[in-house]
Each structure stands twice: as structure tokens, then as C-alpha cells.
């Protein structure tokens, strides 16, 4: 059975930081590439971080490059985001998804709220 579950999300202040986890189990993690989305209300899905299976190449989006990093570790089955310097615009329901590369296959998780607010 496939799961992918994120944790860490909560309430911080404008300038502090959150480091979420997203474990995953029922697949060989190894051999998936990681990102994460974010989706904030009345807005679209948004890739934040992404990572590949050997953590060889990382990708970020414009909006949270030199805040934000994305790590991996095959040997926890766990892909984690470190967020630092964070701003209102950053709260949003943030998803772990898990993707095969070369294919079509993804798997995502249920989501963790992320609440940038003072």
C-alpha cells in the first residue's frame, strides 16, 4: 500500500522558518524523483522544490530560491523542506508528490498547512 505523508506545517511568524517532512512507504523511493507544490486559497497548484532520485540536480521556483531547500534521504524515505525567511505569501496547503521518472506515475500526499502570519 502507497502512502505519502507530510508533517511540520503550522503557524510561524513573518522571518521564521519550518522544516517539513514528507515520508513515503510502498514504493522504492529511491528510484522516484521529489517535489513539492504548494496551493494557496483561490490560486493554483505551484511547484515550490524539486529534487532528483540521487539528490544529483535540485530545482526551485523564482519565488522561494535562496529561502527555501530541498533535501532527501533514501535511506528514511524522506524528502524534507527546510523554509527560512518566511513571508506572508508563503502560506499555502503544501504537497509532498512523488513522481517515476519517465513515466506518468505520481503519487501525492494529503498535504500540510503552512501559516505565514503575525
Not at 529511491?30 to 496551493?39: E, H, I, V
Not at 532527501?72 to 509532498?96: G, H, I, P, W
Request: one cysteine or more; a positive charge.
Amino acid at each position: 500500500q502507497v502512502q505519502v505523508v507530510e508533517s511540520g506545517g503550522g503557524l510561524v511568524q513573518p522571518g521564521g522558518s519550518l522544516r517539513l517532512s514528507c515520508t513515503a512507504s510502498g514504493f522504492t523511493f529511491s528510484s522516484w524523483a521529489m517535489s513539492w507544490y504548494r496551493q494557496a486559497p483561490g490560486k493554483e497548484r505551484e511547484l515550490v522544490a524539486s529534487i532528483t532520485t540521487t539528490a544529483g540536480r535540485v530545482h526551485y521556483a523564482e519565488s522561494v530560491k535562496g529561502r527555501f531547500t530541498i533535501s532527501r534521504d533514501n535511506a528514511r524515505n524522506t524528502v524534507y523542506l527546510q523554509m527560512n525567511s518566511l513571508k506572508l505569501e508563503d502560506t499555502a496547503v503544501y504537497f509532498c508528490k512523488a513522481a517515476l521518472p519517465a513515466t506518468s506515475n505520481s503519487y501525492w500526499g494529503q498535504g500540510t498547512q503552512v501559516t505565514v502570519s503575525s
